[in-house]
């Protein structure tokens, strides 16, 4: 089946240390983006790319980094520069043509302290 | 600049009730709407798409939204609430254009509580 994979689904790290989240698509999508999820505050854009080896920030995009060097995989590191990385990541691909309906993965929730 | 608002950060309702979530959009060009569900720790499922085609739009579990263009809103119904359609409901809104980079701006979210 087709589908988005996050991994993985819990992730404890400690403040000041690096962590990267994966996300992997096997729906042939084009473009592919990262949300951050806070309690009360819906979803915001960390960075999105709409075709390998190219990315843009979003509106959240200080502290994390990305790269996309397959079209399948869009990883996004949290860095020590991140003030607050205690949140729900969110992963998700579309089409970049038609109605740009977004698929999402499962999340991974991670736990910085 | 689009943006999306929903009316309403939590909504209870009883067991076999109506249900109504409100969005209402800004947009200078008729936009792609979209209802999403999210259960808890998971990621986002699609409920229903407004595309132009229709103007009531037909989704997955019973719920259903109906684009009115002159009132900018696209609110979601259920005309019986069932227990398991407790979870966070977000609308969202999408540019038609050949500037689209498929970005979505989404509301802040509805919780919807179900007593039974």
């Known amino acids: 089946d087709g589908g988005i994979t996050q991994s993985p689904k819990y992730l404890f790290r400690k403040e000041g240390q690096n962590v990267t989240l994966s996300c992997e698509q096997n729906?042939?999508?084009?473009?592919m983006y990262w949300y951050r999820q806070d309690p009360g505050q819906g979803l915001r854009l960390i960075y999105y790319?709409?075709?390998?080896?190219?990315?843009q920030k979003g509106d959240i995009a200080e502290g994390y980094s990305v790269s996309r060097e397959k079209k399948e995989s869009f990883p996004l590191t949290v860095t020590s520069a991140q003030k607050n990385p205690t949140a729900f990541y969110l992963c998700?691909?579309?089409?970049?043509?038609?109605?740009?309906?977004?698929?999402f993965g499962p999340g991974t929730r991670l736990t910085v302290t | 600049a689009q943006s999306v608002t929903q009316l309403g950060s939590h909504v209870s309702v009883s067991e076999g009730a109506l249900v109504l979530l409100r969005c209402n959009y800004s947009s200078s060009v008729p936009p792609y709407l979209f209802w999403y569900v999210q259960y808890p720790n998971q990621g986002l499922q699609l409920l229903l798409k407004y595309t132009s085609a229709a103007t009531l739009v037909k989704g997955i579990n019973g719920f259903e939204a109906e684009f009115k263009k002159s009132e900018t809103s696209f609110h979601l119904t259920k005309p019986s609430a069932h227990m398991s359609d407790a979870a966070e409901y977000f609308c969202a809104v999408n540019l038609k254009g050949s500037s689209n980079t498929g970005k979505l701006i989404f509301g802040q979210g509805t919780t919807l509580q179900v007593k039974p």
């Open positions: 729906l042939n999508h084009d473009a």
């Open positions: 790319s709409q075709i390998v080896n190219d990315f």
């Open positions: 998700a691909s579309t089409r970049t043509s038609g109605n740009y309906e977004q698929y």
